[in-house]
């Protein structure tokens, strides 16, 4: 407790110093922050997706679409819990910075394989209803919709009767549990057979844009999908199935190897700071040697006046680190278009102010060394 007053006099004595140290000591902390918060929140990504769902889309064209009849055969393989599809397409409300996207699907298999999907209100009125939809709490609260209402969006692609204008009843509402944000939850769900009707007459009509297939033992998820594949090989439908892991992977994939990088980031970092903090001790404790020695001469050890310095560092480093840190994970909701949910792990702070610790002891290092070497009778006499 005798070098708490002590080590808060060292750090106000030359305020602006101990203020450029601090300020280092936050921005690096806040880096490895969000470096390090984003990198968990791409393993929490891929480990969220649901291995035992698997995507079959057509192998030939990632934009075309693939005829109904294929869902029917995938619901004859015993290997499979639950099949749906997907016929979705992009629209606006009342302006074109206002997207709704939509998905045409068969509702009670859609919910049946999105299980987190939790529903309020009866999925029987969208039976009843033919132009019903479920829509997302986020899209509902955006536009502030209410059930009950009926709204109009505008998209491609037309119906046939030439106009883009596309009309629901919205009949009850969804929001994904295994997200904390429900604002994710965007999706307005309708039936397959209302919008496959109002496409006009050709090659858009009983097409869908790619089916989800929920397999029994998600161990034999690859299997499955190889199987689906072969069963299409070489025909005019070919298919490419996925596992949702795979494809959460693969999108992620496109930020680049984003562990590597943040890496070499914070290790380049951590780098300058441990120059820069141990620059700064140097010069700090030139100024106080006469100090220093007045401490010895009153009892102090060489042990004990190392310690001082040190614990000056430590505790300058700790609470640069925990702001920084702090800073750092504030900043991850601007990689939310990416990510469904970044969580971060407690880790990630133990291993902040851990680092922190470190680069104090390493940072301060050179200057407790010279407080511990230092001669009372050479530092009062200026030599």
């Not at 992009?90 to 987190?116: G, K, L, W």
């Not at 903090?277 to 060489?302: C, H, N, W, Y």
Request: glycine share 6%; aromatic share 10%; hydrophobic share 50%.
């Amino acid at each position: 407790m005798k070098f708490i007053p002590l080590v808060w006099a060292a750090i106000r004595r030359k305020l602006s110093r101990s203020i450029l140290v601090f300020a280092q000591v936050i921005i690096a902390f806040a880096l490895f922050g969000a470096l390090q918060g984003l990198t968990s929140g791409v393993d929490h990504a891929v480990a969220a997706a649901h291995a035992d769902r698997l995507y079959v889309a057509s192998k030939l064209d990632q934009r075309g679409a693939l005829p109904i009849s294929i869902v029917s055969w995938l619901k004859t393989v015993p290997a499979f819990r639950n099949v749906t599809f997907r016929f979705q397409f992009y629209s606006n409300y009342q302006r074109p910075d206002q997207p709704v996207p939509v998905c045409a699907t068969d509702i009670d298999s859609f919910f049946a394989v999105y299980d987190e999907f939790k529903v309020d209100g009866p999925l029987a009125s969208m039976r009843d209803i033919q132009d019903g939809a479920i829509v997302g709490v986020g899209t509902m609260r955006k536009y502030g919709w209410k059930v009950g209402q009926r709204v109009t969006v505008q998209s491609k692609p037309n119906r046939a009767d030439g106009t883009g204008n596309w009309t629901f009843n919205i009949v009850g509402t969804w929001v994904n549990t295994a997200s904390a944000n429900e604002d994710d939850s965007q999706l307005l769900v309708a039936n397959y057979r209302y919008v496959n009707e109002s496409l006009p007459e050709g090659p858009a009509r009983d097409k869908f844009k790619f089916a989800v297939v929920r397999v029994i033992d998600a161990a034999h998820a690859k299997q499955a999908g190889a199987m689906i594949d072969s069963h299409f090989e070489n025909s005019m439908n070919e298919t490419l199935t996925q596992s949702e892991q795979d494809l959460t992977a693969v999108r992620l994939m496109r930020l680049g190897d984003l562990e590597t990088v943040a890496h070499r980031i914070v290790g380049a970092t951590f780098f300058v700071l441990l120059f820069a903090t141990g620059a700064l001790m140097m010069q700090s404790i030139r100024e106080r040697t006469p100090e220093l020695a007045v401490l010895k001469a009153l009892g102090f050890t060489d042990a004990r006046v190392m310690a001082l310095i040190l614990l000056e560092t430590v505790v300058l480093c700790v609470a640069g680190a925990a702001i920084g840190l702090w800073l750092g994970i504030r900043l991850l909701p601007m990689a939310a278009d990416e990510f469904v949910e970044i969580a971060v792990p407690p880790s990630v702070f133990a291993q902040g102010l851990a680092c922190a610790v470190l680069v104090a002891l390493i940072g301060g290092a050179a200057a407790a060394w010279r407080g511990l070497r230092l001669r009372v009778a050479d530092a009062l006499a200026n030599r």
